[in-house]
């Protein structure tokens, strides 16, 4: 089995940086592409970035220039730096990577979600 864990997440003023981690565990033979969605309170979840395995990355519009996605292989592990955060970026974010794992199994895992809040 796989699982993916996220941390990182919390309280920040607007102006102010959080570093969103998610980390995959269990029978895992290689992780294709890896990304980050985000759920605002009344809205729908919408894709915030991508990256995939080679580091060829995509981004929302909205986060351009201020969020970057990297990726760790040897950890199994995804980022997202994101800087001077605003109130709009409040939301529960969301990892996801595509896996096969040891059983040629190909799937798309989720994380649990983290809770960002950007107020003063």
């Known amino acids: 089995q796989v699982q993916l864990v996220e941390s990182g997440g919390g309280l920040v003023q607007p102006g102010g940086s959080l570093r969103l981690s998610c980390a995959a565990s269990?029978?895992?033979?290689?992780?294709?592409?890896m990304g980050w969605y985000r759920q605002g309170p009344g809205k729908q979840r919408e894709l915030v970035a991508t990256?995939?395995?080679?580091?060829?990355?995509n981004y929302a519009d909205s986060v351009k220039g201020r969020f970057t996605i990297s990726r760790d292989n040897a950890k199994n592990t995804v980022y997202l730096q994101m800087n001077s955060l605003q109130p709009e970026d409040t939301a529960v974010y969301y990892c996801?990577?595509?896996?096969?794992?040891?059983?040629?199994?190909?799937?798309?895992?989720w994380g649990q979600g983290t809770q960002v809040t950007v107020s003063s």
């Open positions: 269990g029978s895992i033979f290689r992780i294709v592409g």
């Open positions: 990256i995939s395995r080679g580091g060829d990355t």
């Open positions: 996801y990577q595509d896996i096969w794992d040891r059983s040629t199994r190909f799937g798309n895992y």
